[in-house]
C-alpha cells in the first residue's frame, strides 16, 4: 500500500517549493508532471520498467536531505524543490519502478 498526498491541494501560480516527507519504509521521490486536459491523476500507462514518461517534468524531489534531483529519499528523510508553474492543473507522481500503479500519485491544482 503506497501513496502520496500533496499538502494544500491547490496554491498560486509562480514560485512554489515542495517539501517532501518520506514518511513510509522504501526509497521514493516526487516528480512534477502536467496533467493533460480531460485526464486524471492516476491515469498514465506505465511502460514495462514500471514507470511513467516524465516527458514535461517541471522538476523533482529525489535527493535526500536536499534539493532536486538524487537517487531516491530515504525513509524518515525530507527532500525539497522549487518549481516555477503556470496555473493548471499537475500531477506529483513516485516514479521508482511500480510505485504509481501502487498508488503514488496526487492532483496538485495551481490557480491564477
Ligand atoms: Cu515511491
Given at each position: 500500500m ?12 509562480g ?65 525539497w ?6 496555473p ?25
Open positions: 503506497m501513496w502520496l498526498r500533496a499538502t494544500p491541494s491547490s496554491v498560486p501560480a514560485v512554489v517549493s515542495l517539501r517532501v516527507v518520506n514518511a513510509g519504509t522504501l526509497d521514493h521521490e516526487v516528480v512534477v508532471l502536467p496533467l493533460p486536459t480531460g485526464h486524471a491523476a492516476g491515469e498514465r500507462l506505465t511502460g514495462g520498467d514500471g514507470r511513467v514518461d516524465e516527458a514535461g517534468s517541471l522538476g523533482e524531489a529525489s535527493l535526500s536531505c536536499g534539493g532536486g534531483a538524487g537517487e531516491g529519499i530515504a525513509p524518515g528523510a525530507m527532500a524543490t522549487t518549481v516555477t508553474v503556470p493548471g492543473r499537475y500531477e506529483l507522481v513516485c516514479n521508482f519502478p511500480g510505485h504509481y500503479t501502487a498508488g503514488m500519485y496526487a492532483e496538485l491544482d495551481v490557480t491564477r
